[in-house]
């Protein structure tokens, strides 16, 4: 019985640094990108003031699937005396996976070698659009019309929810699903489960 504890106790911490190492891959990223875009153009001189934290959040997603959407989001705004017309070329990001943080002690069921682990059902964590990628094509504004500023950004509204309906459609949750049972499964493994079996509440 200690046995299984210990390795129960193992596997918990497992599950903890991978969350932590999904924490620290997203902070390298966000570094790398903001280097490179800080040396892609001149940055405009600013005053040193001090920075203040505000804020620290932990992040509780095993986040185990990213998709990548190109929509085509065409906005009109059709009056009797004239029309004002927008075409955007969007590029959205949507992720998936499982919320960590709804896991408790009775979400692992450990015999002997055997192990059962109980997820809950993956979500989308984040829906976005590459703004380096996203960019307005076209617009139109008839003479007698004064050109809408809210219609790109309503554009912008329209093409997050056209992405979000896409990769649901393209199964999303499907993918982060078997991609969250694999992760797991090869974790537990390595803490000495000849057997694991993940299921999604």
């Known amino acids: 019985m200690g046995a299984i504890r210990d390795r129960m106790s193992w596997v918990l911490a497992g599950l903890v640094a991978l969350l932590l190492l999904g924490v620290l ?14 040396a892609a153009s001149p940055a405009p001189r600013m005053g040193d003031t001090p920075s203040v934290v505000t804020r620290v959040q932990g992040l509780h997603q095993l986040v185990s699937v990213k998709y990548v959407v190109e929509k085509v989001v065409l906005v009109e705004d059709a009056k009797w005396y004239g029309e004002t017309r927008l075409l955007m070329v969007a590029h959205g990001v949507a992720k998936a996976g499982v919320d960590l943080s709804r896991l408790d002690a009775r979400a692992v069921h ?38 809408d500023k809210d219609l790109e950004q309503d554009a912008r509204r329209q093409a997050i929810d056209q ?39």
Do not use: N
Not at 170 to 177: H, N, P, V, Y
């Open 163 to 201: 992405v979000r309906l896409a990769v649901r459609e393209a199964g999303i949750l499907r993918d982060a699903e078997e991609r969250a049972r694999l992760q797991v499964s090869a974790l537990f493994h390595q803490s000495g489960f000849d057997k694991v079996e993940v299921m999604f509440r």
């Open 25 to 38: 891959g997203t902070g390298v990223a966000a570094g790398w990108w903001f280097a490179r875009s800080v």
């Open 110 to 147: 450990a015999s002997g070698r055997m192990a059962r682990v109980e997820l809950p059902r993956p979500q989308l964590t984040d829906v976005y659009l590459d703004e380096r990628r996203t960019q307005v094509v076209e617009r139109t504004t008839g003479v007698l019309r004064t050109f």
